[in-house]
């Protein structure tokens, strides 16, 4: 337990990992979310498919 004269570094240290996570690289890949979605709905249709025509 921490006195009341003791300074808490975590929020300080946690900082760090909040700029890092919300900076955007220019480099990573971008994908529109709508395509993200229609490419999961026509896979999940596929695989449906898949199991009809299994049995």
């Known amino acids: 337990m921490s006195g009341r004269g003791e300074n808490n570094p975590g929020l ?32 999940g249709v596929f695989i449906q498919l898949l199991n009809v025509l299994a049995l």
Do not use: T, W
Request: no cysteine; glycine share 4%; net charge negative.
């Open 12 to 43: 300080m240290s946690s900082a760090g990992l909040v700029r890092y996570f919300d900076a955007e690289d220019s480099k990573a890949p971008q994908m529109d979310p709508k395509s993200i979605m229609a490419f999961s709905v026509l896979f």
